[in-house]
């Protein structure tokens, strides 16, 4: 099938080349011509495991031209971004103006666009009159030949192909049952795992047939929300429980494994520490609370969700102060600045929030990470950290290290070799993600958030 990908971001480029590895032809588009040339060089412009090689495994067309994409497509997905604006509503003028553009250069054969960023709901109907009035006036008001559908996208950077190929669900929605079929024809690959595995990611054991939810638009729409929501809740919950069974003397790793044992439960998205950033739960929250207002509906569980999440942040710079007495003059160094491992993505990411927070209080602070040093210090030039190419120079005369992103290499650190640089061996863990008592045993104040 002949497919077009509008925007070449972790949605859009992975959709794109999973797509082509099952047997599509695609071009992905994008409107950054510096974007569509480093992709045509063969580079990936941010840091996701396997992407480069897969992007070598398949034939994908880059082009930041519509009219050399759209007219012959028979699926169009938009996977451009939708940031969110100050008041926690998305930005949707990305999505707009590929939605015109989509309407300006479509053709003559049926087509289906379809909506894989996440957008609020009803956003299907709205881009579908875009691209009508769009085609319309490019075409003297001829009738437009297209439906749009919403596939919502469950992928999880740093793991973004695995979960592209070998999906728990696909979510498709659409009012046309033509819609439908031409999508279910699109994913039957997939569907039916009928490819062979990429030699660099084996198809997890087990893995059979992969379940397909045919909805309306609306429905599919909320599902994405819905589902990000809960992840992102889940996490606050034990973050919760956890300020509970620090003061009560608990352990809560070991209370979140007797919980999640509970098959309605489940073990995953239950490490406490210092909670989500990235792209999408802070950003659906706000969306999802800022939809239900425009209905005059609150959400109390989703907003209690997003409170304590930042309250986790917080905690960090608490627990700094309750161990050091005094933040001013201290130095604080960071262990990890992406907002979770395997990625170089820093939006919302907690590191750099923490950093604010203790700058903000007389702390100089010195942070490390082993792929985003580089992307911290271009995207945040104002922010006063010393940035590290080292873990070993981001504890240089620090009065505390700050465990942020729990990136394997951490656990392999020589301690002994930081103990000797560092002030005063003082070690918070934010994601429970160190050895305890290697470290207490090795003379650190070991303390976890
Ligand atoms: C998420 C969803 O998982 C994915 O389905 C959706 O499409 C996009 O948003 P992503 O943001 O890439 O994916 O990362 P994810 O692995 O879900 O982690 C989100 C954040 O939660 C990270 O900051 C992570 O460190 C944190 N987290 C995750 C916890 O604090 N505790 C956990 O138990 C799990």
Redesign the pocket.
Known sequence: MKVAIIGSGYVGLTTGVCLSYVGHEVTCVDVDPRRVETLKSGAVPFHEPYLAEMMRSVKLQYTSDYSQAIPEAEVIFIAVGTPSRPDGSPNLEYLESAARSIGENLGKEYAVVVNKS?VPIGSGNWVESIVRDAFRKKNNGQPENFAVASNP??????SAIH?SLFPDRVVIGADQRHALERLYSLYRPLLDQSFTAPPFLQRPDGFGAVPLISADLASAELI?YA??AF?AL??SY?NEIGQLAQRVGADVQLVARGMGLDARIGT??????????????GK?TAALVSTAAEYHLEMPIVQAARRINSRQRELVVERLLGAMKLLKGKTVGLLGLA??PN?DDLRDA?ALDIARRLIERGARVRAHDPVAVELAQRQHPDLAVTWCSTPEEAAEEVDALVLV??WPEYRELDWTVLASRMRNPLVLDG?HFLDAEKLTALGFQYLAV
């Open positions: 996440t996208e469950f992928l999880r950077e740093g979960d994405k589902a990000n992840l889940k996490i034990i995953r998205f239950l490490q406490a520490g210092i909670g989500w950033g990235g792209s999408c739960f659906d907002f979770k990625t907690p992103t729990d994601r």
